[in-house]
């Protein structure tokens, strides 16, 4: 498959063309990028599907390069940022900024984290104890078998010189915040884990992969149509899915902020909250939400809920996984 500039940007400075080589080793695609007649070096294409992939990616993941990986709906720009008293890759946080540099400072990245070390980044002892029960091990575990997604924002440390603040802790509503991600996967969680053991010095960040205010690359096509368009590239690896992208949830996720005894939805994406609450099934908390909420970019329109189509990945994910190991 190859693919050139559009005739519209054929006069500009910048001229891009590449081509997608599916004929690398291990089933490892390959795209070439040519920027004014100076090839760049090949970007690896894994899937996340594909066992004999998953140590590459876990690899990738942590060498503080940008990756490029699929999650429930969209691509984002996923970067392994160390422990900062370390000092082997002392400007991996900025990796976002690099890409977008019109990003806010104060727009922090959400954490993949396999949820059984969520205790590295989250004070639980900040919890009001209506909320404390939503994270101990078995009730998440339990979320995570009931195909739960959710971006979920809460206290982390006062003293925690272990997590960049440049990239992962923000002030929001006078509270030392940070993000995780929680979703079912059994691939996408053995490549989180495998990622954690190679280093556990480095926390995985990932963030929508889109330039600020248009929406992300919902497929492997569309990251392609992203280059060309922005004559960008911005990563040195990509994750496919083709499980994922074949179902088309189209959306990021949705974010939830504990607030004391309770939940607000800061924003409405793949799940609903009317999902969310069900699933925690605590008593005495509940979500507040805004009249006119803000919603994650979606490919789909506002009012429809994604429920289905997340437990419709969950689903296909577990099946592929399981055919394998039968195999």
């Not at 990021?252 to 909250?273: A, C, L, N, P, T």
């Amino acid at each position: 498959m190859s693919h050139e500039t559009a005739p519209e940007d054929r006069n500009q400075e910048v001229k891009l063309n590449l081509d997608v080589k599916k004929n690398g080793p291990k089933g490892i695609w390959y795209i070439d990028v040519n920027i004014n007649n100076k090839r760049l070096p090949p970007i690896p294409v894994f899937h996340i599907r594909e066992d004999s992939h998953k140590k590459d990616i876990a690899q990738a993941l942590v060498s503080g390069e940008p990756v490029v990986a699929f999650g429930i709906g969209n691509y984002g720009l996923a970067i392994g940022v160390e422990d900062p008293r370390r000092g082997r890759n002392p400007n991996s946080w900025n990796g976002w900024w690099d890409f977008k540099p019109e990003r806010p400072i104060e727009s922090k990245v959400p954490i993949l984290l396999p949820w059984k070390h969520w205790s590295r980044v989250m004070d639980k002892r900040k919890l009001h104890p209506n909320i404390r029960p939503l994270f101990t091990y078995e009730k998440l575990k339990q979320l995570y078998r009931d195909g739960i997604v959710f971006h979920i924002k809460t206290a982390t440390y006062d003293r925690a010189p272990h997590i960049d603040n440049r990239c992962f802790i923000q002030e929001e509503n006078g509270k030392r915040m940070i993000s995780l991600l929680f979703w079912d996967d059994p691939d996408i969680y053995e490549v989180a884990d495998l990622a954690f053991r190679f280093d556990p010095q480095v926390l995985v960040g990932i963030s929508s992969y889109n330039p600020r205010g248009e929406n992300p690359a919902f497929s492997f096509e569309e990251v392609l149509e992203m280059i060309l368009r922005t004559k960008k590239v911005g990563f040195k690896y990509l994750v496919r899915d083709e499980v994922g992208e074949a179902v088309g949830v189209r959306s990021s996720m949705s974010i939830f902020v504990v607030e004391e005894d309770h939940f607000y939805e800061q924003r409405r994406g793949s799940i609903s909250k009317e999902k969310f609450i069900q699933a925690l099934a605590l008593n005495n908390t509940y979500v507040r939400s805004d009249n006119n909420p803000v919603y994650a970019a979606r490919g789909h329109k506002k009012n429809r809920t994604l429920d289905n189509l997340v437990e419709e990945v969950q689903r296909r994910s577990y099946e592929k996984h399981n055919s394998r190991r039968k195999q």
